[in-house]
Nanobody
Framework: QVQLVESGGGLVQAGGSLRLSCAAS????????MGWFRQAPGKEREFVAT????????YAADSVKGRFTISRDNAKNTVYLQMSGLKPEDTAVYYC?????????????????WGQGTQVTVSS
C-alpha cells in the first residue's frame, strides 16, 4: 500500500513560482515512476509531468515544458514539481500519482496510487 500526500499549493500571481511536494509512504516508492496530473474546473484530468523510478528520465507536457520541472528524492520518498512562469491557465488541482511501472508514462491507467490533490490558483 502506498499513500501519497501533496503539499505546496496556493495562490500566486501570474509569472510567479511554486514548488509542489508529494510525500510517499510504503517501501515501493523507489521502484515506481511518479507523475503529476492536474484538473481544472469543468475539464478532464490531464498529464503534466512524469519521472522514472531512478530519476534519470523525465517528460513534461508541451503546455508546461520549459516552465515546470519534475524531480525526486528516493531517500526521502518524495517527488517534486517546480513550477515557474505560472499562468492563469495553470490554475487547477494538482495530483501526484504512483506508477505501476518504473518507466516514464503519460497514461493515467498506468498509475495506481493517487494523492488527494493540492489547489494551485494563478491570478492575472
Amino acid at each position: 500500500q502506498v499513500q501519497l500526500v501533496e503539499s505546496g499549493g496556493g495562490l500566486v500571481q501570474a509569472g510567479g513560482s511554486l514548488r509542489l511536494s508529494c510525500a510517499a509512504s510504503g517501501r515501493t516508492f523507489s521502484s515506481r515512476a511518479m507523475g503529476w496530473f492536474r484538473q481544472a474546473p469543468g475539464k478532464e484530468r490531464e498529464f503534466v509531468a512524469t519521472i522514472s523510478a531512478s530519476g534519470m528520465r523525465t517528460y513534461a507536457a508541451d503546455s508546461v515544458k520549459g516552465r515546470f520541472t519534475i524531480s525526486r528524492d528516493n531517500a526521502k520518498n518524495t517527488v517534486y514539481l517546480q513550477m515557474s512562469g505560472l499562468k492563469p491557465e495553470d490554475t487547477a488541482v494538482y495530483y501526484c500519482a504512483g506508477g505501476t511501472i518504473p518507466f516514464i508514462t503519460t497514461i493515467q491507467k498506468e498509475y495506481d496510487y493517487w494523492g488527494q490533490g493540492t489547489q494551485v490558483t494563478v491570478s492575472s
